[in-house]
């Protein structure tokens, strides 16, 4: 299975990320325990899963609302949590992989063969060939 390693830029938005928030009084921490977790491996540059570079995405997906926070200046809990997943640089490097991830998959996943065991092929099987080359 195929792993991708976070590049230089992500590893250091994580990594300054985590020093901020170490700076930080603890009503001020952001980041959650998986948020946590993600950002010591992105600062580590582990290499990441397919799921988990889609669960980066999602992630992107879903807080980039908090850069609208009024605490987003201060490097407050979403300025840290957005980075501690890579910042702006995780999310076009995820967005990335899981386009191309998404289009191989959607190129394979259309091919319909027909399974000869049955002689009537109005009641024939199909198989489903899910390919996926990286």
Do not use: C
Not at 14 to 34: F, I, N, W, Y
Not at 87 to 110: F, P, T
Request: no cysteine; net charge positive.
């Amino acid at each position: 299975m195929a792993s991708y390693i976070p590049t230089a830029e992500i590893a250091k938005n994580a990594e300054t990320a985590l020093k901020v928030r170490e700076e930080k009084p603890d009503s001020q921490k952001g980041m959650t325990p998986v948020g946590l977790a993600r950002a010591r491996d992105l600062a580590n540059r582990r290499p990441l899963s397919e799921e988990t570079v889609r669960r980066m995405k999602a992630y992107f997906d879903r807080h980039e609302v908090d850069k609208q926070g009024s605490t987003w200046n201060e490097q407050g809990k979403g300025w840290q949590a957005w980075n501690g997943w890579g910042g702006d640089a995780g999310r076009a490097w995820a967005n990335r992989i899981v386009s191309m991830l998404n289009k191989e998959q959607n190129r394979h996943m259309g091919e319909i063969h027909f399974d000869d065991e049955s002689d009537d092929k109005s009641y024939s099987r199909y198989i489903y060939k899910r390919t996926i080359k990286l």
